[in-house]
């Protein structure tokens, strides 16, 4: 009984002190949902990702290939001009995700509605992470949502 009971608390620490390592290198677990499909990855919260959709001030998240796996072909995609590093006028493809859970600890946001660009090929690959949020998730997470005539508005 004591032994098992050491291994209980040793598991817990365990648990506790990976999830903190994890936060503290910025990656979280994130829930997609669209269409009633789910899909577990990691994201990479990324401050100085400041992308966002005009008109309605939109907050983008990139996704690789396989976030854009739970969508239909017959999904709308907009276009999002972005500048960075090398590259001053930039283009993305992004749509609607009916759903993004950022979970860490035993805490979660929930997002409804939110916008993702399809990240290029090589910009996540071999990477540790399926996508990179927004600063907006944490700094103004009431940004992250946009209502259906926002939505409908940015097509």
Do not use: Q
Not at 107 to 119: D, P, T
Not at 146 to 152: H, I, K, P, S
């Amino acid at each position: 009984l004591i032994c098992g009971g050491g291994f209980i608390i040793t598991y817990l620490i365990l648990v506790s002190w990976c999830e903190r390592s994890s936060i503290s290198r910025g990656l979280y677990r994130v829930m997609l949902v669209e269409n009633g499909k789910r899909l577990y990855i990691t994201a990479f919260y990324d401050s100085g990702n400041m992308l966002r959709r005009s008109p309605g001030n939109i907050p983008v998240h990139i996704g690789s290939g396989k976030v854009f796996e739970l969508v239909s072909d017959e999904k709308e995609y907009v276009d999002v001009p972005y500048r960075s590093l090398g590259n001053e006028e930039g283009m993305i493809k992004a749509c609607f995700f009916d759903e993004l859970i950022v979970e860490y600890g035993s805490k979660r946001h929930e997002f409804k509605n939110v916008l993702i660009g399809r990240a290029s090929a090589n910009l996540l690959k071999n990477s540790a992470y399926d996508m990179i949020l927004n600063e907006a998730v944490f700094s103004d997470p009431k940004s992250m949502e946009c209502d259906l005539g926002e939505r409908a508005g940015s097509k």
